[in-house]
């Protein structure tokens, strides 16, 4: 497995851990703006996997 292949997997570690920090932030009873900014974080990371995993894919196909 490439580094850039591997790369990829880092952004679904970072989405399931901010997942994990808003659920724990809303158990908390914290404010909605914290818990809002962490799933956010956890939205973009997911987004940038599939952004990697398509431009991943399509560079090996040309090679």
Known sequence: ??????????????????????????????????ILLSLTIAIVAVGMFFFRRHFHNKYQKKQ
Do not use: H, P, T, W
Request: no cysteine; charged share 25%.
């Open 1 to 34: 497995m490439s580094y850039l292949k591997l790369i990829q997997y880092i952004y679904l570690i970072f989405a399931g851990f901010f997942i994990y920090d808003a659920f724990r932030k809303y158990q908390e009873g914290k404010e909605l703006n914290d």
